[in-house]
Nanobody, 115 residues
Framework: QVQLVESGGGLVQPGGSLRLSCAAS????????MGWYRQAPGKQRELVATITNTGSTNYEDSVKGRFTISRDNAKKTVWLQSNRLEPEGTAVYYC?????????WGQGTQVSVSS
């Protein structure tokens, strides 16, 4: 079965950095597009970044130039390098993939940006 396991979250001061990881299993990772989403308290889950199986990337406007999504197909892992974090970035960050109309999610990793 599809499994996505996120890690790397934590508490960071404004302006700091975190590298989130998502370890994938149970599906053909190398042909799958992957994404990172986040959900802040009281808000809807929103797309942060996506990466295709060939490495093409797309970012939500507020993170462009600060976040970088990347992947290693041999390791079946996708990362989100998050730099210059802002308090508005406090959220649970989720890894995502899709099989047709079905979306799969990890359990999420908490990122808290606070001084």
């Amino acid at each position: 079965q599809v499994q996505l396991v996120e890690s790397g979250g934590g508490l960071v001061q404004p302006g700091g950095s975190l590298r989130l990881s998502c370890a994938a299993s149970g599906f053909l990772f190398s042909i799958s597009a992957m994404g990172w989403y986040r959900q802040a308290p009281g808000k809807q889950r929103e797309l942060v970044a996506t990466i295709t199986n060939t490495g093409s990337t797309n970012y939500e406007d507020s993170v462009k130039g600060r976040f970088t999504i990347s992947r290693d197909n041999a390791k079946k892992t996708v990362w989100l390098q998050s730099n210059r974090l802002e308090p508005e970035g406090t959220a649970v960050y989720y890894c995502n993939t899709r099989r047709g109309a079905i979306a799969y999610w990890g359990q999420g990793t908490q990122v808290s940006v606070s001084s």
